[in-house]
C-alpha cells in the first residue's frame, strides 16, 4: 500500500479553520485518498474521499494536488466536537477484488481550542 | 449512529480463555470488516467478509477466526487469550465489493480486557 504522511499534531481554535495536510508521494494513478477521523473513545468515521479532483461534503472539503502527490482536509469552521485524530489513507481502485481493507497510520490529532 | 452494533461494548476475561465478538453490520451491507486497535500497533486491519466468504486477511493471528452468517452478522472468536490481545476490537461494514470507492462504517467498538 502507498504510504502517507501526516504531522503527529495540529492546534487550532474554535470556529478558525484547519487545514490538515497529507502527503503521499508514492500515490499511484488508480488510488484514491480517503479521510476518516476517530473521535475519542468512538470507532473512525468517514469524512470525505477524491480521486482527482477536489470535493465538498457537508463535513469538510479535500483538496488534491495537481500532482496528486498532497492533499489536504479543510474544517472550514473547527468546534469542539471536531478534536480528533484525522487519517488520510490511500486505496486502490480495484475491479472488485479484496482490496478495501483500509491501512491506517497514526494519524494527526487535532486539538481545538475553546 | 453508524447503524454497526457490537457486542459486548466491554469484555474482562483471563489468559488462557475465549471469546466471541460479534457485529451487526448496517442494514443492506454486504461486506464486515474487523480492526484491531491497540496502544502500541495502532489499528490494523485483521481480515474482511463478503456475503458470508472470506475475502481478505490481515495481520489476523492463528489464535483468531472469524465468520459472516447468512444473516451477514459477523463473530471474531479469540481463543487462548495472552495479555497482549487486550485492545479495542472494531467492526466496519460496507455495500459491497463492486461499489467503489466503499466507504466503511464503524461500529462503537469492543474493548478487551485480558488480565
Known amino acids: 500500500d502507498a504510504k502517507t504522511t501526516q504531522p503527529n499534531s495540529m492546534e487550532s481554535n474554535e470556529e478558525e479553520p484547519v487545514h490538515l495536510p497529507c502527503n503521499h508521494s508514492?500515490?499511484?494513478?488508480?488510488?484514491?485518498i480517503h479521510w476518516y477521523r476517530q473521535l475519542p473513545s468512538q470507532g473512525p468515521e468517514y469524512v470525505i474521499h477524491g480521486l482527482t479532483s477536489n470535493v465538498n461534503n457537508r463535513m469538510a472539503s479535500l483538496a488534491i494536488a495537481e500532482d496528486r502527490k498532497s492533499s489536504t482536509l479543510i474544517l472550514h469552521r473547527a468546534t469542539l466536537r471536531d478534536a480528533a485524530v484525522y487519517y488520510c489513507i490511500l486505496s486502490p481502485k480495484n475491479s472488485g477484488g479484496s482490496n478495501y481493507k483500509l491501512t491506517f497510520g497514526k494519524g494527526t490529532l487535532l486539538t481545538v481550542n475553546p | 449512529d453508524s447503524g454497526v452494533t457490537q457486542t459486548p461494548k466491554h469484555l474482562i476475561t483471563a489468559t488462557g480463555q475465549r471469546v466471541t465478538l460479534r457485529c451487526s453490520p448496517r442494514?443492506?451491507?454486504?461486506?464486515v470488516y474487523w480492526y484491531q486497535q491497540s496502544l502500541d500497533q495502532g489499528l490494523q486491519f485483521l481480515i474482511q467478509?463478503?456475503?458470508?466468504?472470506?475475502?481478505a486477511k490481515g495481520n489476523i493471528l492463528e489464535r483468531f477466526s472469524a465468520q459472516q452468517f447468512p444473516d451477514l452478522h459477523s463473530e471474531l472468536n479469540l481463543s487462548s487469550l495472552e495479555l497482549g490481545d487486550s485492545a479495542l476490537y472494531f467492526c466496519a461494514s460496507s455495500l459491497s465489493l463492486t461499489h467503489q470507492p466503499d466507504t466503511q462504517y464503524f461500529g462503537p467498538g469492543t474493548r478487551l480486557t485480558v488480565l
Open positions: 442494514s443492506g451491507d454486504l461486506s
Open positions: 467478509y463478503y456475503n458470508g466468504e472470506e475475502r
Open positions: 508514492t500515490i499511484s494513478g488508480t488510488d484514491y
